[in-house]
């Protein structure tokens, strides 16, 4: 899976399951991607204690409707998973529309639309509709059904890990925990899977490690059972909204000089994008950047969190996810990882003068002219700031010459003896 | 006393009196203070030795004139104290207008004002009249008197204490060596007393010390018998110049990072002002930030030192000061007062991945809205920054909310066990 | 030697010479310095190891043409010392002028201009002309006759020594390897020698150690044979293309922030003047600011390095440079090494309090008076911020004020016995 409408294939095949942060809907999901990649599949069962959560009972539905008194279902889960509440309890019985109203949520100022909703934590139930529908509803007495479970059972999640020639690891991590929204997340989802694949073909330098699981509590139950490994983990990124027609935003670690932060600075450079400071709220890099962990991970987007109107309603279907932009992230985060994976810190061992390039092969003997060519600068440059100080990307930025000349100029010259890796 | 005419009122009751470096004005002056505030007066005897300066010869001053040959007072100290210049040395003579003009300061560019002058360490006697007298003045004889006193005694001040929870200090530091001077500093004076009336009312967190005494020599002396006590003292303000039209300046410490000036940088977004650097001249500043002592004592004023054209004339009287602009002071100072005492470093208990919120009661339970609320922000911001390396005011910087919006969220999280102070 | 045109005529004296890195010509260019100025002069043998480097043979020439068919020498060396590339091993054979290209050098888009080429480490031979006479050589036989040696022998500089009050020292390094190029660099040696002389009359703070030296090998072969001495090199500056009509650019030191880079930061503020970051292409800067001597030595030159039309041309004559510019460049030097050498610290010896400047004449004793003058602030500034931490230069930045206020404010407070430098 390489391409933009491969990749839009997947967020279509994905679309209709009714994913929750527990459930079937996450393990269809997960099928579904371990046809393309081969997962490592967890399930953690309800109760368990995880940093300072509890893993809630896993929850499922098979239907849910509000009926007229003549039978007609005016809001049919079967249409669109966005029309109950997540997390909803089961419930049964004949209501006024009147009281039914404090159970209904619709969007006034986008009345065409369906929200979207859940209650993990506090248990209820409701329905999402478009205000346009609920205008139409005549006073009088409805059929409420929802045909959920909500039991002992488990949270799922996945990895999928690419190996590395060192045991560093760099996350990729993605939510998974929302039903029929297509940019937030199936997105970002295919997009780590094309990632994924992409990198298996390259035998990369740190150990990538993919993450699908709820958002929050995923994360949390995440970092429970990985508290001792966490120190493996070097940089990270929290891939979503990944397919919108907007422009990239970064939105830095809350380090905030973090190696990775710095990467994506310098290779966004070139392309509309827009770089945000960390803030604790939007996804789990919250978790990632709590001040226990600290980790260097910051967050990819399109058009970021709660940014664009389509966000959490049913306005963001397949249709509002473009190919040509997921081929865009997926592009720019392989560009990102190439330079995170090569941008290591050496040492000049011949750091006594300038050490003599031209009985190395490494310099144009005839001296004298002017036209300094961009791989010598660039050898100039790593032997002049390898002091154990500067890595490669520092090295690129205070020359203004582009990563991957100072990355084969580092090349040459370790090749040469001159530097230490 | 609250409000800008009662300040007002206390400025005009001052004003007459005949202040200097030491003497009998200083006690009056303390004398109508204490009508308001209990002080503690302390006596220091002249030639005492404070730092690198020693007490000076007190002086006290019961008339002055230069009368013509016809016994007419054309230089009358009884008309304004400003004519004599202060620390004169007694003097009962009949001179020539051109020996007397040695004698004489003006301000020929403001012709019609009294300058303000004094010479308390060198020895000799002047008076200070309006350009426009001296030039109607025939040349003759004159007889000039000055009934001073130059001889041992005592250097006054006073202190007022507002007892805090914590005995770490914040000074408040006023000069009140100047004699009819309204802005200079009387409105500083009238500002302190009822911003620690004020103070009193709210119990505070720091124990507020005010001192009223004289510049330069009176902070010296101050200074030198609290030398075992300074590292008590953690902030402060010298408060001078209060009470004209001109908008709020604040010249930061010496540190130019202490806290007070961060407060102050803070709360002085939302209005007109300036902030400064600092720099070794103006008040008494200058002595708490020399560099042995360095302390976090920054200056507010009005219009600052030397910046107006009354400065150090006869213009600055009573009607130069203005009562809104003093009530504008006192609200200044009394909401930076609230921030300092508030601005605490805490640290988050739970800081491996976020705490759950929602189980404290302390998070809006229905997921999946977009309109976060700023109290839902801030206590994810403290949680996130609480690492004991960020103040509340660092996080209401950070995050860009209101600094009590962050205190009310740490109240919360502190009261859910969730963070320590 | 003083003045522009004095310097000019050294410029013009020593454009003759066929200079390279090695051999007589470098030998004829220290006599004529060494007329102005005592030298100590090294000779260095060929095949010594210097750092990763090995001083090379030495190259001599004595004549070099090409002629036509005819006899006549349509390339002579006799009328240029460009005209032959640098290190031409011996030829004299009859080419084709087919065969012949591959070793003719022109500048097809500066086609009047003869270039100047070398091949140090490279053994080849060839020649330099300007694309107009190449265009009208007519195809045929030529004969090319380069009568030079390149043998073992040695490698020559020269050092002269301004001793001054400290054993710390100050280089200032200029090359002197170029032939007939009077900007780049015989402006720099006429510069140099003008410095040292005015210096010697100064008995200046530092030690003054000016190099005349083949760049890069020269450099590389000091270095090497220095390498123990140079913890007593504490500031520097490399001195090229000094003499031309552009405005002055300072070239940082590696570090950035070396006391060198601020003091020409401060005096080149009232002039047109650029200021760059190190790189590590240039002149013998590349060498002292390699990362293991990392040397506070910065460069100053007019227009910099390869920055216009005649750099490394036959337009490079001593018409091009100018004795104004000379002066100027020179004056630059002495005002910069005037602060660098005055620029100290102190430490207050009374920092608690200001001391009491009155009582030791430091102070004008008639107080009140608002025109402070700037020698008093500068003592003031002097006293709050000589804490050990700060040097003049930082103190005149820091106050805005003339560097030399503050040197005066010093050298009084020292006097007094209030600072210890």
Redesign the interface.
């Known amino acids: 899976m390489r391409t933009g409408p491969e990749m839009h294939a997947l967020v279509e095949r994905l679309y209709p399951f009714c994913r929750s942060i527990t459930g079937d809907g996450v393990r269809q999901t997960l099928a579904v991607i371990g046809e393309h990649l081969p997962l490592d599949r967890y399930e953690v069962p309800s109760g368990t204690e995880v940093?300072?959560?509890t893993v809630p009972p896993e929850w499922n539905i098979r239907d849910a409707f509000v009926a007229d008194s003549s039978g007609r279902r005016v809001i049919d889960f079967r249409k669109s998973n966005l029309h109950v509440v997540?997390y909803s309890v089961p419930v049964d019985r004949v209501v006024r529309l009147s009281e039914l109203r404090a159970h209904l949520h619709t969007l006034p100022e986008q009345p065409s639309l369906i929200?979207?909703?859940?209650?993990?934590?506090?248990p209820?139930w409701g329905f999402c509709l478009a205000q346009d529908v609920l205008d139409t509803l005549p006073d009088g007495d409805y059929h409420v059904k929802i045909d959920s479970t909500l039991a002992d059972g488990h949270l799922t999640y996945a990895e999928h890990v690419v190996p590395g020639e060192v045991g560093d690891e760099v996350l990729v991590s993605c939510h998974l925990c929302h039903p029929s929204l297509a940019n937030d997340n199936l997105a970002g989802i295919a997009v780590a899977v094309a990632l994924a694949q992409a990198l298996a073909e390259e035998k990369p330098y740190y150990t990538y490690r993919f993450l699908f699981m709820p958002g929050?509590i995923g994360?949390?139950t995440w970092?429970?059972r990985n508290?001792e490994r966490i120190d493996q983990v070097k940089h990270g990124v929290v891939l979503a909204c990944a397919g919108d027609r907007g422009s990239l935003t970064y939105k830095r670690s809350?380090r905030g000089d973090a190696d990775i932060d710095r990467v994506f600075a310098h290779i966004l450079k070139d392309k509309p994008h827009e770089i945000r400071d960390f803030?604790?709220?939007g996804y789990d890099e919250?978790?990632f950047?709590?001040?226990?962990?600290?980790l260097g991970v910051g967050s990819l987007t399109r058009t970021p969190y709660?940014g664009y109107p389509e966000?959490?309603t049913s306005a963001d279907n397949p249709s509002f996810v473009d190919p040509d932009s997921m081929a865009d992230t997926l592009e720019t985060l392989r560009t990102a990882f190439s330079v995170l994976d090569r941008n290591r810190r050496y040492v000049?061992l011949?750091?006594?003068?300038?050490?003599?390039l031209?009985?190395r092969g490494l310099y144009d003997?005839?001296?004298?002219?002017?036209d300094?060519k961009e791989a010598q600068?660039a050898m100039?440059?790593v032997?002049?700031?390898?002091?154990g100080d500067h890595s490669l990307l520092d090295i690129a930025e205070r020359?203004d010459l582009p990563f991957g000349a100072v990355a084969a100029a580092a090349d040459a010259l370790q090749a040469a003896g001159l530097l230490k890796g």
């Open positions: 940093l300072d959560w997540g929200p979207y909703r859940t209650s993990y934590y506090s209820t929050t994360a949390i970092l429970a508290f809350r803030s604790p709220y919250r978790q950047c709590s001040p226990g962990f600290n709660a966000y959490h000049n011949s750091p006594y003068g300038e050490p003599q031209g009985k003997s005839l001296g004298g002219r002017s300094a600068l100039l440059w032997l002049s700031l390898s002091d020359a």
